[in-house]
């Protein structure tokens, strides 16, 4: 009956016509966008327990995954003219992870047979999964969850160490498909019911013009300064990572408005470009709202989410306040004055029309911190105060297409997290059942035996950034906390410390050449170039190459120590974000030509901040380098003010 019915479907479909399947096609992606979404909230906010529907999480994962990759199936059609292939796909994509869920019961005890009923549907799930993928995200992680699906399938004829323990086929399936090992597992999980809440917390932001107000609030409070556009970039960047974990996206949304300003009072394009694209980046590692990753990094370490942001505030902070610095420098290194008073809000004005946004953001913090609920669900109340608070200022005279266009929106971006998620319990299950993640461990456990671990710290440093290039952040810290993190953890480095430095080297890669995503984003803005723009972006972001090789010898960076050690490390990481903002100044020595000037200051600064992984933030010979750069700082803006005063008594 299952045949004859699915054969009078593909008939009814085949008899369509073009136009009328493209509408189809409309349809079914729209549903399966909005109800991704509505699906996802509603079980994060524990309905069906509420209610005593027989639901568990794997099964609303499955589903909210097949709508996940019948969407991706259906944003790029492979030929305009015969959508059915398309929508045929889709269709078969959403009924293979149903399937899955309306047997996860029956399953439970029977899966163990590995009949044709459960292994073929999971083997069409499982490419379909990984199609939507490559449709959605490109091919190169999509080929990595190919390569890797064939290692899982074929390992056992490579010979020597990287030989693997390979199941049969039929097995391999069914657990990558329906075990919580495999695609319904702890990824996907964290996704569903911690990173949706905060990405529906982001929209209803944008909904009560967050963006506006966080552009506004920048412009109140730096825009009249020197170099006042490129420091609204850096601070509006940074709240605007409160409601988009993305790059892309903060680059698309502040740079359009920033970029712009930069150019006209006088920064180059690539200058423009660069600053944006750092700021940006930034928006992920930005507390108390931060990426996907660190979300998924909260439940890997089995801590609560606040920690990891007590964690991140520090090194942000430090990231944030070089940038600041750095464009500081570059604003008074090329006579860049602020914006007209007349051309910027009051700090009055801008609070009076936005205060719904800081009442909202006060409710999640307190929630956050203050109370025990899940952090999903700290999001969503948040969210809905800020939809009523917005309501009653607007007097509900909501504009209904604005609702169901944000609706659509938040799919969208929902959608391809769903699918990495996915590919993510591909990687992990088949690096755990072939056994390459043990041998790698033990491999890079024999490496950092023979040559330290600074030696593993810098390789694990350039295969994030490497794997970055083609990959979403999330996806590359979750290959190498399966691989390179137990390695770090067995020999010494403290768990938060090792896995933020995997985070930080992934990300970092957005504005890294050759294929600094982010830079080349950022420079298309700017109409400037790419090559140029990537590596000024690496230059302006130089700290966050160092401070994660900082933390792992010296954790009081990460707030993991007494008060005395934090203390004394945040002091000495602001003296040496000092020196790297003098770097960006000429040499004001006649005998030291320019390039040479800024290459020293800026191997000092870096040294300075170096320091205290070697001898503590308390140590004898850290006091002692921290006093020697105060008194270099001092020595060069003195020399600076002797030869041009007029260039650096503005503020």
Request: glycine fraction near 8%; hydrophobic fraction near 60%.
């Amino acid at each position: 009956p299952a045949f004859v019915g699915g054969s009078l479907w593909l008939t009814m479909l085949f008899s369509l016509g073009k136009n009328t399947m493209l509408k189809l096609k409309t349809i079914i992606q729209t549903i399966a966008l909005v109800t991704m979404p509505v699906l996802g909230v509603i079980w994060a906010l524990n309905l069906p327990q509420m209610f005593g529907m027989p639901v568990v999480t794997q099964q609303m994962v499955a589903i909210i995954l097949g709508l996940a990759v019948a969407a991706g199936l259906l944003a790029h059609p492979y030929f305009t003219r015969h959508v059915w292939i398309d929508i045929v796909l889709a269709l078969a994509g959403i009924a293979a992870w149903l399937w899955y869920a309306y047997n996860f019961k029956p399953w439970m005890v029977s899966m163990a047979f590995r009949t044709p009923d459960i292994w073929i549907p999971g083997l069409v799930g499982l490419v379909l999964l990984a199609e939507a993928l490559r449709k959605t995200m490109g091919i190169i992680i999509a080929a990595l969850v190919w390569v890797i699906a064939a290692y899982g399938f074929f390992g056992d004829v490579i010979p020597g160490m990287l030989q693997a323990s390979v199941f049969a086929p039929t097995r391999t399936i069914i657990y990558l498909y329906a075990d919580t090992n495999g695609v319904p597992g702890l990824v996907v999980t964290v996704i569903v019911t911690l990173v949706l809440p905060f990405m529906v917390f982001g929209k209803a932001m944008e909904i009560a013009n967050g963006m506006t107000f966080f552009n506004n609030l920048a412009l109140a409070a730096v825009g009249h300064r020197r170099g006042g556009p490129a420091k609204v970039s850096v601070v509006a960047s940074g709240f605007f990572g409160m409601m988009s974990g993305s790059t892309v996206a903060n680059i698309m949304s502040t740079g359009i408005f920033t970029i712009p300003m930069m150019v006209r009072t006088g920064m180059t394009r690539v200058q423009a470009a660069a600053i944006e694209a750092t700021a940006s980046n930034g928006g992920q590692i930005a507390p108390p709202i931060m990426g996907a990753t660190a979300f998924i990094m909260a439940e890997v370490l089995q801590v609560p989410y606040s920690e990891i942001v007590v964690a991140a505030s520090i090194p942000a902070f430090l990231y944030f306040l070089t940038l600041l610095f750095k464009v500081d420098a570059m604003a008074s290194k090329n006579n860049i004055k602020g914006l007209d008073r007349s051309e910027i809000p009051t700090i009055r004005q801008t609070l009076r029309d936005g205060w719904e946004i800081l009442i909202s953001l006060g409710v999640l913090m307190y929630l956050l911190f203050m109370t025990a609920l899940n952090p999903g669900l700290c999001a969503l109340i948040a969210s809905a105060v800020i939809m009523a608070v917005y309501a009653i200022k607007i007097r509900f005279r909501f504009d209904l297409v604005e609702l169901w266009n944000a609706l659509v929106n938040l799919g969208r971006e929902f959608g391809p997290l769903m699918l990495i998620g996915g590919a993510a319990g591909v990687i992990i299950g088949l690096l755990n059942s072939t056994g390459f993640a043990f041998q790698l461990s033990l491999a890079l456990t024999h490496l950092a035996s023979a040559y330290g671990l600074m030696a593993l710290l810098i390789l694990s440093a350039l295969v994030a950034i490497i794997l970055g290039m083609g990959m979403p952040t999330a996806a590359v810290y979750i290959v190498l906390v399966t691989v390179v993190a137990p390695t770090m953890i067995d020999l010494g480095v403290e768990p938060i410390a090792a896995h933020m430095f995997l985070l930080y080297f992934g990300l970092m890669s957005m504005v890294t050449p050759p294929i600094a995503i982010g830079s080349i984003v950022a420079a298309r803005l700017a109409q400037a170039n790419m090559w140029t723009t990537g590596f000024l972006g690496m230059r302006l972001g130089v700290v966050a190459y160092i401070l994660p090789f900082v933390w792992v010898y010296n954790p009081a960076l990460l707030m993991q120590g007494t008060t005395a050690e934090i203390m004394a490390t945040l002091f000495n990481t602001v003296v040496a974000a000092y020196l790297l903002k003098l770097s960006m100044l000429n040499s004001p020595f006649s005998f030291v030509p320019n390039w040479l000037y800024e290459a020293a200051v800026m191997i000092a600064g870096l040294a300075v901040m170096a320091e205290t992984a070697a001898f503590g933030g308390l140590g004898i010979s850290t006091l002692i380098v921290t006093a020697a750069a105060m008194a270099l700082a001092a020595f060069i803006l003195w020399s600076i003010n002797k030869n041009e005063p007029a260039a650096t008594t503005q503020n």
